[in-house]
Structure formats: structure tokens, C-alpha cells
Nanobody, 125 residues
């Protein structure tokens, strides 16, 4: 009933920029919290940035000043603008949403944590 679709990843040189987007679809009432996480090979998934429905932002310390998270509530979409990219930013980036949606089976509102499929970001010369 709910799907998160990511886009915008790719290969860039150090110092370059990328803009990731994640659009949620389905019988959605609201998404209270949306965010981006990343996972490099052999490492655990880590938080990059989150934003609440009220616009409160939270960032991993190493990306502060370089990354900016934003959302469009009307489109159920979250963005991550990444500037001054470094090789250590290389990872698969995953979109996450705490989604309130309507369940056709239960015929009522349900809350669940959803993840996107991931998009590869590679920063290399």
C-alpha cells in the first residue's frame, strides 16, 4: 500500500554535488518523520539526516554545513541536497519514512516504518 522510490544517485568527483529525492505513494495520511540513511560496504547503516513534519532537522555531525534535508508535504517527498562531497560520503543511501496510511484490509489507519530501495552515491576522482 505504501512505496518509497528514491532517485538522484550517481558518480561525482570530490567537491561535486548531488540532489537525492524520495517520493512516497499510497493511501497516506501523513509522514511524521522522513530521513536519509547510508551504508558503506562492510559497515553498519547510519543516520545522515532526518526531518519531521513540522520541519525540525537533525544531521550527522560530519555532514553538517554540506548536506541539507527538506520535504514537500503536499507531494510526500523528501530531498537531500549534498554539496562539497567527499570520498567518505560514498555509500548506498536509503530513504526512510514513519508513515501513517490507510489499510484496506483492516479498514483503518496504520503506522509503519518504510524504507526505499536505496540509491548508490559514489564520490571518486
Amino acid at each position: 500500500q505504501v512505496q518509497l522510490v528514491e532517485s538522484g544517485g550517481g558518480l561525482v568527483q570530490p567537491g561535486g554535488s548531488l540532489r537525492l529525492s524520495c517520493a512516497a505513494s499510497g493511501n497516506i495520511f501523513s509522514i511524521t518523520r522522513m530521513g536519509w540513511y547510508r551504508q558503506a560496504p562492510g559497515k553498519e547503516r547510519e543516520l545522515v539526516a532526518t526531518i519531521t513534519s513540522g520541519g525540525s532537522e537533525n544531521y550527522k555531525e560530519s555532514v553538517k554545513g554540506r548536506f541539507t534535508i527538506s520535504r514537500d508535504n503536499a507531494k510526500n517527498t523528501v530531498y537531500l541536497q549534498m554539496n562539497s562531497l567527499k570520498p567518505e560520503d560514498t555509500a548506498v543511501y536509503y530513504c526512510n519514512g514513519e508513515v501513517h496510511y490507510f489499510s484496506d484490509y483492516a479498514a483503518q489507519e496504520i503506522e509503519y516504518d518504510y524504507w526505499g530501495q536505496g540509491t548508490q552515491v559514489t564520490v571518486s576522482s
